[in-house]
């Protein structure tokens, strides 16, 4: 007979939330383990009803959905947590953005509907800015990548090398003006004169993920398309991926009365775009 730990078990959970938050500045280098034992420290201090598991172990109740790679910035990270106690999401938010550290921002915090919220990111919108590529150059290497069916790149894992198709997974590639630049680091860039590319990207989330640097990769491999330094990467969006338009919703637009809200819309890129499997 398995053991029981003693004691009565765990109050149940009365309600669930989904908190979408930012990775900004330099808290952009802080890996996913980092934001775990941030977020458990401010969930203490903001004094959050925490849901737990049973078991000789107890964990909080948070669930985590596809966060974004080490190093890239993100404006559009999710994940939800269960409480024993109802609270007011509005407050929730403040009290948890004021216990994180500057650069982990909550943005939002709604109650969560009915279904799951994995299942609502199936696409994801990116930006990209390459130091020291000229846009004409930029906009040379998507056309040529646009040209190809399918561009095999390689990703190190901790199991090894592993091949994937770089392309399939691309819905919309292009260069957009620097007027265009919707990121932090992108604005910073335009604003120092630098010379540099600014894409934006969206593409669809599947199994194995490609990530916008198997997408360089790719533009290196068919264009020979080398930043001069580390391209700067920032998430601008996830959420239901129409692949037609090549649009990115919010995917919190139906948990909040009443519903929001239009899709987000990359700007018209200079240099095309194209379907998956076109």
């Known amino acids: 007979m398995a053991r029981t730990p003693d004691g009565p078990p765990p109050p149940p959970a009365v309600q669930k939330l989904r908190i979408r938050y930012a990775k900004r500045a330099r808290l952009r280098f802080a890996s ?4 775990q034992r941030a977020l458990e420290r401010a969930l203490r201090r903001a004094q959050v009803p925490m849901a737990y598991s049973a078991g000789f172990s107890p964990h909080p109740k948070v669930s985590y959905a596809n966060a974004a790679p080490t190093g890239a910035a993100s404006e559009a990270e999710y994940l939800e947590i269960s409480v024993v106690e ?10 948890l953005d004021d216990a994180l550290p500057a650069g982990l921002d ?5 109650e969560a509907g009915p279904g799951a919220l994995a299942d609502r990111l199936t696409g994801g919108w990116w930006e990209l800015v390459l130091p020291g590529v000229a846009p004409d150059v930029a906009e040379a290497g998507v056309a040529a990548l646009l040209a190809r069916d399918s561009v095999e790149v390689q990703r190190l894992t901790k199991n090894g090398r592993r091949t994937l198709d770089a392309r399939s997974a691309v819905v919309r590639l292009g260069v957009v003006e620097p007027a265009a630049a919707a990121s932090d680091l992108g604005r910073a860039a335009v604003a120092s004169g630098r010379v540099c590319a600014i894409l934006h990207l969206v593409v ?5 993920a490609v990530r916008p640097d198997d997408v360089l990769t790719a533009l290196s491999a068919v264009a020979d398309l080398a930043p001069e330094s580390p391209p700067q ?19 919190l637009a139906g948990d909040r009365t009443p519903p929001a809200s239009e899709p987000t819309r990359a700007p018209t890129e200079t240099a095309g775009s194209a379907n998956a499997g076109t």
């Open 204 to 208: 669809r989330h599947a199994t194995p």
């Open 32 to 35: 996913h383990r980092d934001f």
């Open 106 to 110: 909550v943005v939002e915090v709604v």
């Open 233 to 251: 990467v920032t998430r601008l969006a996830q959420g239901p991926l129409d692949a037609e338009d090549g649009t990115v919703a919010d995917p």
């Open 86 to 95: 109802r609270v007011d999401p509005d407050t929730l938010r403040t009290a």
